[in-house]
Each structure stands twice: as C-alpha cells, then as structure tokens.
C-alpha cells in the first residue's frame, strides 16, 4: 500500500462555497459538510505542490423562517453547485518540527433559491433568484502537519474574505458578505500496511459582521470523521469508506439585522465515499466521491451534499 497521507490537502477547502450549509444569515456558514474528514483530507507532508479540483452540490429546503440577505423567509428551496480550484505548497524546511503549507482557493458558485420572501408592509410573495459568480476567496497563511508512524497530526489556519458576489435583498448570493477566521486541527491514522484509515477533524468559524445587514452571524463549532479501506485495484488502489459530520453554533447571531434572535443552528449526517488512487511515477492522481445527507437540522435547509474530488500531488 503506498502511504497515502501526503496525497491531498483538502483540509484547506473547509467551507469554501457560499451556500445554504448551516445556521446564521441566510441558514449559512462558511463549514460545509465533507470538507475534512477522510484521506484525501489529509494536509501534504512532503515538500512540493499539490493543485486540486472539485465539485459540491447542495440540494436542500426549510419550511421554517429563514433571514437571507435582510429578507425573512419561509418554505425555501435551494440549490448550489460550485467548482473549487486551488493549490498549495508545502516547503522543505520543517516549521516546529513540522511540514508548512500555504495556499489559497477561489470557488465558482451557481446558485438557485426560491422562497416565500416578507414584504415590507405584510404578507408574504413566493420569489426565485439565481446567481452564478465568483464566491468568497479563501487563504491559508500557515498549514503544519507532523507525523509519527501511522499518524498524521495537523492544524491550519483559514482566511475567507468577501470578494464573492453578493447583494442586500437578494436570495442567491455567491458571498456571504463578512470576513471569517476558521482555526483548525486533525487527527488521521493511516496503516499501509493492511490499508485501513480513519482521520478526524474539528474546527470553529469566527465571523466578522455584515455591514450591508447589520448582521453578526454566531461562531461555531465542527467535526468531520471517517473511517477506510483501501483495497488494490488494477494499477491503483480503490478505498471504500463512510464519513460523519456534526456542527453546532454555540454564539448565537446578534445585530439590528438578527431580527429572529439568536438562531443557533445544528447539523448532522452521513454518509458514503468511494475513491481510486493512482500512482504516476513519483506523482500521485486521487478522485473520490462522497454523498452526505443531512438527518438533523435546526434553522438551515436539510438536504443532501455530492462530492466530486480530484488531487494531483507533484513528485518530490
């Protein structure tokens, strides 16, 4: 089995699409379910680059009211597909005993809502927005990962900042219009010896407001785990696996703009992940893919999440 644990660096792609993903303004957070938690996740620990695509589709409603953009909304139904480029690179000199890692990702979002929206005086008119643009770039100034044996041990720092589309009233918006700070740390044991792998993650969003709403979405808290194994298959190696997530928003939303109160929410799911590894010489090529459906929620859309991953990691 080859030692998979330096394949991939979707550990930086925490939260990186601007859809209805979890509570606060607009039922959304920059955490999206499957963003850590299995071995593609694992941050690089051998020098070089890694370049990454993917691709997420949310498909999900609420029946409950819902702020979105300064509206308040009810029975919504949404729809996000986005398409997530980035690289990173990670240096040869160790950082506290360390690989460092930095990097950056620039997602394109495509979004279609449609909800019973308030209206100024009373009552309510059922309305549909779409919008496709740039969503919210995401920069990691320092990624360290350390291992021993089996383990990988990591933690990361990710900065979102609201460069994506957005406009106040309007229910699609590719971004969330504030500045988040998302602290990270994970934990991944990979045997390549018999092929079994589990990795677990768990991070908290820090959020700035947003000024165009008077909004201040609450920090939060999130767990991605999974547990795979990898098989071999052809020139290459198959993993199959399952993946759990669990989030909760502790600091409730604040502002002139939370009109609802607090609206902590809460997510959980599971669900499948299936993928192949290729070895290319001294380079490595991963695609998996993962369906996440949500089975508890609290003020967000439940739905179900689709994954597409590509990592292609450079020779050392």
Known sequence: MPKLSALAVLLALACLIAGPVSSGEGGQSRYVPGSLATLIDIPPTKPGWVFEGQVVHYDGSASAPIPVAGRITANLDAK??????????????????????????LPVVSMDITAEVELPRGGMTRRSDSKTGVGDVVLIPAMLAWKSGFWTYST???????????????????????????????????????????????????NSENSDTDYQTGSSVHVDASIQ?????????????????????????????????????????????????????????????????????????KGDYFWLKFVYQFGG
Not at 169 to 177: E, H, Q, S, V
Not at 236 to 259: H, I, M, N, P, R
């Open 80 to 105: 996000s597909t986005a398409v997530l480029p980035g690289a990173v690179y990670t240096f040869e000199k160790p950082v506290l005993g360390g690989m460092y890692s930095l990097g950056g990702f």
């Open 156 to 206: 990361a720092l990710f900065v979102h900042a609201p460069t994506g589309a957005y406009k106040e009233g309007r229910l699609a918006n590719p971004g969330l219009n504030y500045w988040s700070i998302v602290p990270s740390a994970g934990l991944a044991y990979n045997n390549d010896q018999n092929g079994f792998n589990s990795s677990f993650n768990t991070g908290v969003d820090f």
């Open 229 to 301: 194994q990898i098989l071999p298959l052809g020139g290459g190696f198959l993993t199959v696996g399952v993946e759990g997530f669990w989030k909760k928003q502790y600091e409730g939303d604040s502002g002139d703009g939370a009109t609802l109160g607090n609206f902590k929410g809460e997510t959980q799911g599971y669900g499948p992940v299936l993928g192949y590894v290729l070895p290319v010489n001294d380079s490595s090529m991963v695609v998996e893919l993962r369906w996440l459906k949500e089975t508890s929620v609290q003020n967000r859309p």
